[in-house]
Antibody, heavy 125, light 110 residues
Framework: QVQLQESGPGLVKPSGTLSLTCAVS?????????WSWVRQPPGKGLEWIGE???????NYNPSLKSRVTISVDKSKNQFSLNLNSVTAADTAVYYC??????????????????WGQGTLVTVSS | QSVLTQPPSMSAAPGQKVTISCSGS????????VSWYQQLPGTAPKLLIY???QRPSGIPDRFSGSKSGTSATLGITGLQTGDEAHYYC???????????FGGGTNLTVL
């Protein structure tokens, strides 16, 4: 079964760049799935950051689009998140997840399974 | 402010039934499928329902989903203390061209 594991620095300075990697095991990143990043500020709800397909196609949350880059490394079976110009508001637990997208009669179906365990990133000097 | 509206909190007694609502619009729930997630304290979200009504393998039939118009509902019967968690609805929004989450519902079983 597919498993995901996030990794990266737990502390980033303000105005710096947050960089995380999600390693995929038990399956190929080149399968017919989208690979997503979701974050959760402490004590708050979930926020979708964006996603990537193995071809390199991406979709981003419009509210973060100007600062986000998601990339894929098929040779390492992993994908990555870069978020630049970070502030304290970007402090959150960051999750990676496998996304399933289908379209039925013009209606979009999207769901996420499985998820990584999450990693806390704190933005502070 | 979330695009999808959920009640912030709900409570019910063990053994009882609860329904958690998720209200949206024609640009999201009204024309797309909804999935639901359970997040136990300190853990990652877990898929409970997809395509409005489908349960992944391993999810007990105490959990059910439905959709009508621009609203979706998660039902939980035979409540257990282990069901205490936050629950989130998710769908695609055509206008935003983005995945949207509900604000989450904190369920207490007491």
């Amino acid at each position: 079964q597919v498993q995901l594991q996030e990794s990266g620095p737990g502390l980033v300075k303000p105005s710096g760049t947050l960089s995380l990697t999600c390693a995929v095991s038990g399956g190929s990143i080149s399968s017919s799935n989208w690979w997503s990043w979701v974050r959760q500020p402490p004590g708050k709800g979930l926020e979708w950051i964006g996603e990537i397909y193995h071809s390199g196609s991406t979709n981003y949350n419009p509210s973060l689009k100007s600062r986000v880059t998601i990339s894929v490394d098929k040779s390492k079976n992993q994908f990555s998140l870069n978020l630049n110009s970070v502030t304290a508001a970007d402090t959150a637990v960051y999750y990676c997840a496998r996304g399933r997208h289908t379209a039925v009669a013009g209606s979009a179906s999207i769901w996420f399974h499985p998820w990584g365990q999450g990693t806390l990133v704190t933005v502070s000097s | 402010q979330s695009v999808l509206t959920q009640p912030p909190s709900m409570s019910a007694a063990p053994g009882q039934k609860v329904t958690i609502s998720c209200s949206g619009s024609t640009s999201n729930i009204g024309n797309n499928y909804v999935s639901w997630y359970q997040q136990l304290p300190g853990t990652a979200p877990k898929l409970l329902i997809y395509d409005n009504i489908q349960r992944p393998s391993g999810i007990p039939d105490r959990f059910s989903g439905s959709k009508s118009g621009t609203s979706a509902t998660l039902g939980i019967t035979g409540l257990q203390t282990g069901d205490e968690a936050h629950y989130y609805c998710v769908t695609w929004d055509f206008s935003l061209s983005a995945v949207v989450f509900g604000g989450g519902t904190n369920l207490t079983v007491l």
